[in-house]
Structures are given as C-alpha cells and as structure tokens.
C-alpha cells in the first residue's frame, strides 16, 4: 500500500500546517494536475482580485458541488522519488470519495489498489502482488464486492496523499463564498492559463482566517474558467517541491458511491 514518508521531524509542523491549510478551503474558495497547459496571459505581474474575479472563485466551490459527482485525478509526490495517483470520484453532498491508486518509485510501479476516503479518513484494499485488477468495473462497483478484511483503514495523517485527500473532499460547498471576505483575505489573480483548450484564471487563494497579513501567498492555487468553473487546484508541501495537484474532469452522474465499506462490508 502507500508507504508514509519516514519520519524526520517535520511531523507536528506539518500537522499544524495542514489543519490551517484546511481551514483556508472550509473558510475561503476553491479550484482545481496531470493536463498540460500553457500561460497566456499577457499581465507580467500578480495582483488582487478584481470584484468580478472574486465573485467566479467565491461560486466555484458551490459549482463543483452542482457538478457532483465529479471525476478526480490527484497526484502526490512522496518525497524519495516516490509518487502517488489516484483516479476516481467524489461525490460533494456525501463528501466520499472512490478511486484506485497506483504508487511508482525510481525502480517503477510498486504497488496499487483501490482507495476509499471521507473526511474522517481513508481505507486502502491493495490488489494482490503483481495482478492487475480483477474487473474493468468501475471503483464504486470494486469497492462494494471487497471484504471487510480486505480494507486497511486509517485516519489522515500529515503526508501528501493523505493531505490531498483530505483537501480534495472538502473542496465543494452548498453555498457560495463572500467575495468581498475572499478579496480582503488575500486572493490574487496571477495569470491566465489553457487546459485541454480551454481558458482559466489562476489565483491565489485567501490566506487562513486570522493568518497575518505578510503579504505570504496562500500555499493553494486554482484554476477557475469564465463561469466559476473548478479545473485545478495544486498545494504546496512543507519540505517538498512538487505541489499535490488535483483535476477535476467533470460530473459522473452514474457513480454511486459506497459509505466506508470496512464498516459496513
């Protein structure tokens, strides 16, 4: 299964770290790695957000939870050359998650399996050593035939994959944000970008509540098209230097996602 990053001291500060980068998606705005995109804009500076600017980021959260359930691709750098990718979905009115993982390394894959979070935790049903999943169905549908024993369930911890999870189930809300709160928290526009063909801005997002004022930049980034649109949103690590990166693809109206199947299987 996914390995944790060995311990070297940075645990505590990255456990404060992430619970007041949580607090910045529960409190502030949203937006959504693995598309290529180039920069189009033609402004060489960031700056704050203008009013319509912050009225699209402050809509983005509830869109995504319109959109629900939305298909996901989350990609986290480990740290020692190992990197984790999960492609699944997440359903935003239950906020749960599904997907299957695939962690590679230098030598290359390492192992892979099916994953399920909510915003307590995550479970992990690794396949067995050197098999390929057993079915072309859907992740919801593995899920349900996996046995209670089969799961190894955890809480969050503090590492990239666990924080990106935690962030990604979060992301949707039921209501929209105050754009006015978003721009005096610290939003800033700082470029114009194209995936898949498309445009969006790309922000900064608003610092923490009761974050001081330092003119330091949120540690999250979105991506946000010309209707409030969610695509991308990455967060930087403490001590690593590639970002956990999310894409969200679009709604998946057929997914029907299973509640923590180690408590229910």
Known sequence: MPRKTKADGRGPRRSHWLKALIAIV????????????????????????TTDEAGRLALSRLNLYQASPVAVTLTAEEGGGVTIRVDG?????????????????????????????????????????????????????????IPRQGWSPRTYTADPLDAGLNLLVQLGAD??????????????????????????????????????????????????DGDGGLRRVTMRMPGLGTPTTVELAGRQPDAKLPEAPWLTG
């Not at 705005?29 to 700056?47: C, F, L």
């Not at 992990?124 to 859907?138: F, I, K, S, V």
């Not at 006015?180 to 194209?194: H, M, P």
Request: proline share 6%; net charge neutral; hydrophobic share 35%.
């Open 26 to 49: 529960v409190c502030g705005a949203a937006a959504g790695g693995v598309a290529v995109y180039r920069t189009v804009s033609d402004e060489a500076v960031e700056r704050p957000v």
């Open 89 to 145: 979905v997440v359903d935003y009115r239950n906020h749960r998650g599904v997907g299957r993982y695939r962690t590679t390394g230098a030598s290359g894959a390492l192992d892979h399996g099916l994953i399920v979070w909510d915003t307590g935790g995550l479970g992990l049903a690794p396949d067995q050593a050197g098999t390929a999943p057993a079915t072309d169905a859907p992740a919801w549908e593995q899920a349900e035939r």
């Open 175 to 224: 209501r929209p944000d105050n754009p006015l709160l978003l721009a005096q928290s610290g939003a800033r526009w700082l470029g114009r970008d194209r995936i898949d063909g498309k445009g969006y801005d790309r922000f900064a997002g608003p610092r923490a509540q009761g974050a001081a004022s330092d003119g330091a930049r949120s540690p999250l980034t979105y991506w946000v």
